[in-house]
């Protein structure tokens, strides 16, 4: 299971949120996803730790918790859904 952390500060780095969820067990990986022009933090992440109880237990004790001035939202990470980029195009549109 992989964790999303949203509404998460720019200023937050994978050694912070490494930190954060060591509370709760081991962490295997964080991703910061960054914007591909910009190169800035898009403000959410993913952490994935040893064990899903681990990743339970802070979920339930991050999810709305203040953190670095934001309120967190924190849950399980939704599949990726392969091929299904929206390249605002719509073929269906006749355009």
């Known amino acids: 299971m992989t ?12 050694e912070d ?6 509370e709760y067990g081991t962490v295997k990986r964080v991703v910061l996803p960054t914007d591909r022009e910009t190169g800035r ?5 993913f952490v994935e730790m040893m064990e899903d109880a ?3 237990a ?6 709305g ?3 670095m001035g934001r309120a967190l939202r924190v849950n399980k990470a939704k ?5 299904n980029r929206d390249s605002g195009f719509n073929r269906n549109s006749g355009y």
Not at 79 to 83: M, Q, T
């Open 3 to 14: 964790i999303y952390i949203g509404n998460l500060s720019y200023r937050a780095t994978e």
């Open 17 to 22: 949120l490494k930190a954060v969820f060591a």
């Open 41 to 45: 933090m898009r403000g959410f992440a």
């Open 54 to 56: 681990q990743e339970d």
């Open 58 to 63: 802070a979920i339930g004790e991050l999810d």
């Open 65 to 67: 918790a203040e953190w």
């Open 79 to 83: 599949p990726k859904e392969e091929g």
